[in-house]
């Protein structure tokens, strides 16, 4: 993308403007447009993204807010950072994002929002978790870092709760060349509390009524972001065939657990993600469960093909979170998930040769045990 790219670099190097300004805004609108949300504020990652609307919710030491535990830290970390108490709900098998049916026994009187996460790509169950959240009158922030254009039900990832927060990290779907994030909503008056914390809560130059901080995103990366924005339809076209195709080559190869099965077994050591059935996978990444993972894992990587674990260990099993009192077996999907999950070879341009490699060398692992 260079030829595109570059011109736009150029073009912000000799505006001299390099913090927020008209690059900014033009993306935001771009964006707020793709995403179909009323408003979109550029921030300085996706993990400010959710520290922001934390902040516009007044989230604080005292609150529980309540997340899945299997995902990025961030999700949970950036609720601990504000002196709040995340609060795990386990995850649903089949879509590893947070399980609705768990959600209402987490909430006490003290809990003030609730974060789904659209983990790898996929939607989480908004309609199920919107209508808990809502009949405790309780904001959800979605952590669509891993979904832009994801959508359920004809509605968009970042459009379904309170507020959407986006990461722009390079890995990611829509990604920058540096730190990026965005915060969407439909409310006029959030719009405006998270634009001002993007600056220290400033109003006008001098005065602040809210404590803020610098969230700002970069012209330059506004820039770039623009100019993938107008490609992110045809990359998330790629990524979607090549999910397709994989799930094909799979079942071709007898590897595949049958449609509908969940976990792994001996007849069918893989299980692939499928496609929901009301809405659209964006497949940020194609995670497969597999038998004896570990071992599995170790012979891609001597067979060359890369192959990654998200994630490999809960996070309420997690060092950092140890003062939360949780213990192996409180949430037994997300720990098992933990250790059969692997993420293969997933990008726009990927081959059809390259995956028939990816899924040739699994089927040599199994055929060799
Ligand atoms: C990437 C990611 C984040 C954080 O985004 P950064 O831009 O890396 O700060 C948060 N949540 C999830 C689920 C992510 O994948």
């Given at each position: 993308?260079?030829?595109?790219?570059?011109?736009?670099?150029?073009?912000?190097?000799?505006?001299?403007?390099?913090?927020?300004?008209?690059?900014?805004?033009?993306?935001?609108?771009e964006?707020?447009?793709?995403?179909?949300?009323?408003?979109?504020?550029?921030?300085?990652?996706?993990?400010?993204?959710?520290?922001?609307?934390?902040?516009?919710?007044?989230?604080?030491?005292?609150?529980?807010?309540?997340?899945?535990?299997?995902?990025?830290?961030?999700?949970?970390?950036?609720?601990?950072?504000?002196?709040?108490?995340?609060?795990?709900?386990?995850?649903?098998?089949?879509?590893?994002?947070i399980?609705?049916?768990?959600?209402?026994?987490?909430?006490?009187?003290?809990?003030?929002?609730?974060?789904?996460?659209?983990?790898?790509?996929?939607?989480?169950?908004?309609?199920?978790?919107?209508?808990?959240?809502?009949?405790?009158?309780?904001?959800?922030?979605?952590?669509?870092?891993?979904?832009?254009?994801?959508?359920?039900?004809?509605?968009?990832?970042?459009?379904?709760?309170?507020?959407?927060?986006?990461?722009?990290?390079?890995?990611?779907?829509?990604?920058?060349?540096?730190?990026?994030?965005?915060?969407?909503?439909?409310?006029?008056?959030?719009?405006?509390?998270?634009?001002?914390?993007?600056?220290?809560?400033?109003?006008g130059r001098?005065?602040?009524?809210?404590?803020?901080?610098?969230?700002?995103?970069?012209?330059?990366?506004?820039?770039?972001?623009?100019?993938?924005?107008?490609?992110?339809?045809?990359?998330?076209?790629?990524?979607?065939?090549?999910?397709?195709?994989?799930?094909?080559l799979?079942?071709?190869?007898?590897?595949?657990?049958?449609?509908?099965?969940?976990?792994p077994?001996?007849?069918?050591?893989?299980?692939?993600?499928?496609?929901?059935?009301?809405?659209?996978?964006?497949?940020?990444?194609?995670?497969?469960?597999?038998?004896?993972?570990?071992?599995?894992?170790?012979?891609?990587?001597?067979?060359?093909?890369?192959?990654?674990?998200?994630?490999?260990?809960?996070?309420?099993?997690q060092?950092?979170?140890?003062?939360?009192?949780?213990?192996?077996?409180?949430?037994?999907?997300?720990?098992?998930?933990?250790?059969?999950?692997?993420?293969?070879?997933?990008?726009?341009?990927?081959?059809?040769?390259?995956?028939?490699?990816?899924?040739?060398?699994?089927?040599?692992?199994?055929?060799?045990?």
């Amino acid at each position: 993308m260079k030829h595109e790219i570059l011109p736009v670099v150029e073009e912000v190097l000799a505006s001299q403007r390099f913090i927020l300004g008209p690059e900014v805004e033009a993306f935001e609108a771009e964006v707020a447009d793709y995403c179909g949300a009323k408003h979109a504020i550029g921030v300085s990652s996706g993990t400010d993204a959710l520290l922001v609307a934390l902040m516009a919710l007044g989230v604080g030491p005292g609150d529980e807010v309540v997340v899945p535990p299997f995902t990025f830290f961030a999700t949970a970390g950036t609720v601990a950072r504000l002196g709040a108490r995340p609060v795990f709900v386990d995850i649903e098998p089949d879509t590893f994002n947070i399980d609705p049916e768990r959600l209402e026994t987490a909430i006490t009187r003290r809990t003030r929002a609730v974060i789904p996460v659209h983990l790898f790509g996929r939607v989480a169950a908004m309609d199920a978790v919107n209508e808990v959240a809502c009949r405790h009158d309780l904001p959800v922030i979605e952590d669509a870092a891993q979904a832009i254009g994801a959508d359920s039900h004809g509605r968009s990832a970042g459009t379904m709760g309170a507020m959407g927060c986006f990461s722009f990290f390079p890995s990611k779907n829509l990604g920058g060349y540096g730190d990026g994030g965005l915060v969407t909503t439909h409310d006029a008056e959030m719009a405006e509390t998270v634009r001002k914390l993007r600056t220290h809560g400033l109003e006008g130059r001098y005065r602040s009524r809210l404590l803020g901080g610098n969230f700002r995103l970069d012209a330059l990366q506004a820039a770039i972001l623009r100019v993938k924005l107008r490609h992110l339809e045809e990359f998330t076209e790629g990524r979607r065939t090549a999910a397709e195709r994989y799930r094909q080559l799979f079942r071709d190869a007898g590897l595949a657990a049958e449609e509908g099965a969940v976990l792994p077994e001996d007849d069918g050591p893989v299980v692939v993600p499928e496609e929901p059935a009301d809405g659209r996978h964006v497949y940020h990444q194609f995670v497969i469960r597999a038998l004896d993972r570990d071992l599995l894992e170790r012979h891609l990587g001597e067979a060359g093909v890369a192959s990654a674990v998200y994630y490999p260990v809960s996070l309420h099993q997690q060092e950092v979170f140890a003062e939360l009192g949780y213990r192996e077996g409180d949430l037994p999907v997300s720990e098992r998930a933990a250790g059969e999950v692997l993420a293969l070879p997933m990008f726009p341009e990927i081959t059809a040769a390259q995956q028939e490699r990816v899924v040739g060398e699994v089927e040599r692992f199994y055929d060799g045990r």
